[in-house]
């Protein structure tokens, strides 16, 4: 059983920065793609990016020139790097390892708020 935890959120203002990590275990997650997802509050959740195995990567709009995802196989870890944070990217992060089935993390709370 994969087990996804996040880690890295917290409350920063705007114009700052955040690097949110997701630590799997039980599994490799090598051999997967990978994403990061958000839910503001009455919002559904949405896509913030993807990298897959090799480590392409894509972004949705709202993250593309300020988040930058990556990973760490060696690590069995993915990051979020997200700079010049507005208060629209509030939200609850979740990371997920892609596949059937999806595995999805608890969340990290990001709060951008002067």
């Known amino acids: 059983q994969v087990q996804l935890v996040e880690s ?10 955040l ?27 949405e896509l913030v990016a993807t990298i897959s195995r ?12 300020r988040f930058t995802i990556s990973r760490d196989n060696a690590k069995n870890t993915m990051y979020l790097q997200m700079n010049s944070l507005k208060p ?9 390892l892609l596949g059937v089935p999806t595995y999805w993390g608890r969340g990290t709370q990001v709060t951008v708020s002067s």
């Open 54 to 65: 090799r480590g392409s990567t894509n972004y949705a709009d709202s993250g593309k020139g």
């Open 19 to 45: 690097r949110l990590s997701c630590a799997a275990s039980g599994s490799s997650i090598s051999a997967n793609a990978m994403g990061w997802y958000r839910q503001a509050p009455g919002k559904q959740r």
């Open 8 to 17: 890295g959120g917290g409350l920063v203002r705007p114009g700052g920065s």
């Open 88 to 96: 629209e990217d509030t939200a609850i992060y979740y990371c997920s």
